[in-house]
């Protein structure tokens, strides 16, 4: 199996360019096309003669084996929710040795399958991450030759229910989570799986390490590549360390709200089509609104800002943000959840900052109490070190963070922003200095920010703004907002927005506005830098970036 994949998932290897005909070519795509009709015909017989055998092999258990109905493919009548009978199934996850000798019921994947001989078969089977070995031995009236021909014959990745006893063995199973067994006495095929996967789970599971020592011992494994994975997200999600990705971003995302429901923050829900950019700038999807121009959001800014002149006080907001740049890089994607939060300020910015602070430093220490078997599981795929902060969250202005590159022997424009490289060599000095790799930087120049951001009362190139770092990558960009109508237009104008398509969101400045200020932060990129991933697209359950819109 190839592991090389079209980058465009929508261009395939046999489209060819378009252009006038050439008769001198016509032979050559004539035995190119013969050659692609051959092996998908071939393919095709493939997976007929499997089906074949496979209904053939029921077809004499029926007939000769007296334990025929212990064993099969189950209807699809009997699955549209024809009867509910009662049974009870139990979680792979809590098979342990205290139910031993006790019956049970099971429903996963068919992971792995070993015929032993014809008269024994392993099959691992597989439910959310957690694996049992469940052993098919033929016995008199429990398991027949048939039966365990039966179970070799499925396919990897198949649906099984089976039932059958717990058993303890004498030594530790390496080949699955739970350390006991299932003697078999039943199993059903509830969903085959096709007989070829275009890609084999234990193959995306594999780390780097794995790759690289047995290229040393001589030995090639496949290495499945990140277009490949996306192209079949649907298999790559079923890895171990996918589970855990996304079972660690769900905590994220939980705690979020969590938290800032317990300090009085109220959730709300922004739309989405909006008239005019909410950002600024080109980086917008423009569409057609019932004959009126319109984009998708680039943020809930404007809206959360809105809610705060509607007396909410405090507001967050978890959605979709749309952001059209052309960003071919590790952490920008054209479409990712946002966790967005705007407050009232009573005297200073410094107060968002203290939301940030106490918000991600009780975010971390949850994912470390309450995800420790996940970060482990990420961590053999994706070995990475745990991530350093401080109790107290360290905070840095701008110009103190200049003044450490140039220190440091690198020249930073001291009213310009930070590109990647200036960021990550920050961090590594904020590291080495500080010894954490979360921290915060504020009072940016005011020229390199939103339209929307408050200058600084002292110095109007500078402005009550905050951006928050993680492992030397930006995460968060805040503000105190400007809640003056007439500053607000001002700034509008000279950053080139037309005040037109916003005129709803200044105009709510206009009846009565307290200072406030917020901020925001993609859920994808805080868990690509918490675990330490070197591609976003990791942490995206679907990605959608520049030459991505499928699966």
Same mark, same amino acid.
């Given at each position: ?45 493939? $997976? ?64 792995? @399958? ?70 078999? #006495? ?12 275009? @890609? ?102 404007? #809206? ?13 907001? @978890? ?10 890089? #590790? ?6 959840? /946002? ?76 009213? /310009? ?9 920050? /961090? ?62 001002? $700034?509008?104008?000279?950053?080139? @927005? ?38 976003? $697209? ?14």
């Amino acid at each position: 199996m190839s592991s090389q994949e079209p980058a465009n998932p929508s261009v395939g290897e046999d489209q060819q360019p378009s252009g006038e005909d050439n008769n001198e070519d016509k032979p050559q795509q004539s035995k190119k096309a013969a050659k692609k009709e051959a092996a998908k015909q071939e393919k095709l017989r493939r $997976r007929q003669e499997a089906s074949a055998s496979a209904a053939a092999a029921l077809a004499e258990a029926s007939i000769e084996d007296p334990l025929w109905a212990s064993y099969g493919d189950v209807p699809l009548k009997d699955l549209q929710s024809r009867a509910s009978t009662g049974r009870k199934w139990t979680e792979v996850k809590d098979l342990t040795v205290e139910l031993k000798d006790k019956e049970v019921l099971v429903r996963g994947r068919a992971q792995a @399958i070993r015929a032993v001989s014809k008269k024994m078969a392993f099959v691992v089977v597989r439910e959310r991450g957690c694996t049992v070995q469940c052993v098919l031995s033929v016995s008199p009236d429990k398991v027949s030759q048939q039966m365990v021909k039966y179970a070799t014959a499925l396919s990897r990745e198949s649906f099984v229910d089976i039932e059958g006893v717990v058993s303890v063995p004498g030594g530790p199973i390496t080949g699955a989570t739970q350390q006991v067994e299932i003697q078999v #006495h039943k199993i059903y095929c509830i969903n085959r799986a096709v007989p070829t996967l275009p @890609i084999n789970i234990e193959d995306a599971a594999r780390s780097d390490a794995e790759i690289e020592k047995a290229l040393q011992a001589g030995e090639q494994l496949v290495r499945v590549n990140q277009d490949t994975r996306l192209n079949f997200r649907v298999l790559d999600m079923r890895t171990p360390a996918n589970q855990s990705i996304f079972r660690i971003q769900c905590q994220v995302e939980n705690m979020f709200r969590q938290f800032l429901l317990s300090k009085g923050f109220v959730g709300i829900h922004t739309p989405k089509l909006i008239a005019g950019s909410s950002e600024g700038g080109a980086a917008v999807f423009r569409l057609d609104y019932k004959g009126q121009p319109a984009c998708l959001a680039q943020s809930p800014q404007l #809206h959360k800002q809105m809610a705060i002149c509607g007396d909410f006080g405090r507001v967050f907001e @978890i959605g979709p943000v749309f952001r059209a740049e052309d960003s071919y890089t #590790h952490r920008h994607l054209c479409e990712f959840t /946002g966790l967005d939060v705007e407050m009232e300020i009573k005297e200073h910015y410094s107060e968002v900052m203290d939301v940030v602070d106490h918000l991600f430093v009780a975010i971390f220490d949850s994912l470390n109490q309450n995800c420790k078997e996940e970060l482990e599981t990420v961590g053999r795929q994706y070995p990475f070190e745990p991530l350093k902060y401080l109790r107290k969250t360290l905070r840095l202005t701008f110009q103190e963070g200049v003044q450490m590159l140039k220190e440091a022997g690198m020249e930073v424009d001291p009213l /310009g922003d930070l590109n990647t490289e200036a960021e990550r060599k920050l /961090g590594q000095l904020v590291l080495e200095k500080y010894d954490t790799e979360f921290y915060i930087l504020h009072r940016y120049p005011l020229g390199v920010r939103p339209f929307y951001t408050m200058p600084s009362y002292d110095d109007p190139s500078y402005s009550n703004s905050f951006d928050v770092f993680i492992r030397g990558e930006e995460i968060i960009s805040g503000a105190q907002r400007v809640h003056d109508p007439d500053f607000l237009t001002q $700034r509008a104008e000279a950053c080139g @927005i037309d005040v037109k398509t916003i005129s709803a969101y200044i105009d709510s400045f206009r009846y009565g506005a307290p200072p406030h200020g917020g901020f925001g932060v993609g859920l994808e990129r805080v868990v690509m830098l918490f675990c330490a991933l070197n591609n976003i $697209r990791k942490t995206s359950l679907f990605p959608r970036d520049p030459l991505r819109l499928a699966p």
